[in-house]
């Protein structure tokens, strides 16, 4: 019985170079680097490059499927420049499943907030393969970089 839980670990220990596995202890790297400003006020007006460069590295989720410059490549799926208050479901040359298709909504951050929390409740039958981003701080983040695109 012991043996089976050990080897069992062993199994989630080997899956670990998985993109998720790196999902799961991004927040424990990222944690502890704010340092208290007491100015987080400002940080809405002109986004703190610790933020960005934070929201940088997360993008390392989403670039397997997503361009940042307005040519989709051969990525799967639509490129995100500009993506901050573009209309769902408009980048030309892209292909959108019907259920993205049918919405009407501008990518507002908080919809972007929304969205990337998990893609799936937002929009039943999305066709983006994304779990979700748990975590509050990692979302902000990766909007403030997608914010720049
Ligand atoms: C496995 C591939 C994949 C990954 C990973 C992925 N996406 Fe997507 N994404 C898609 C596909 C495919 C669509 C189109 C969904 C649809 O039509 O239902 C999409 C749609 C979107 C849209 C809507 C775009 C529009 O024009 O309306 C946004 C925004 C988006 N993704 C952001 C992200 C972000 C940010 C990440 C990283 C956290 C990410 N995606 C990760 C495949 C992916």
Redesign the pocket.
């Known amino acids: 019985m012991k043996n089976s839980a050990d080897s069992r670990l062993l199994a989630t220990a080997a899956l670990c170079g998985s993109l998720l596995c790196g999902l799961a202890t991004l927040p424990t790297a990222l944690a502890g680097q704010d340092a208290p400003s007491g100015q987080e006020a400002a940080a809405s007006e002109s986004p703190d490059p610790q933020l960005l460069a934070r929201g940088k590295r997360?993008?390392i989720?989403?670039q397997?499927?997503?361009a940042t410059e307005a040519d989709p490549g051969d990525k799967?799926?639509?490129h995100?420049a500009g993506?901050v208050n573009?209309p769902?479901?408009?980048?030309e040359g892209?292909?959108?499943?019907d259920?993205?298709?049918a919405e009407d909504f501008v990518?507002s951050e908080k919809n972007?907030d929304v969205?990337?929390q998990r893609?799936a409740d937002m929009?039943p039958?999305?066709?983006?393969?994304?779990a979700g981003?748990p975590g509050d701080d990692l979302r902000k983040a990766?909007i403030a970089y997608?914010n720049t695109l």
Do not use: D, K, N
Request: charged letters at 5%; hydrophobic letters at 55%; aromatic letters at 12%.
């Open positions: 997360l993008y989720l989403c397997a499927c997503h799967i799926g639509p995100l993506i573009r769902v479901a408009s980048a892209s292909v959108y499943s259920a993205l298709r990518w972007l969205w990337l893609p929009v039958g999305t066709s983006m393969s994304f981003l990766l997608l």
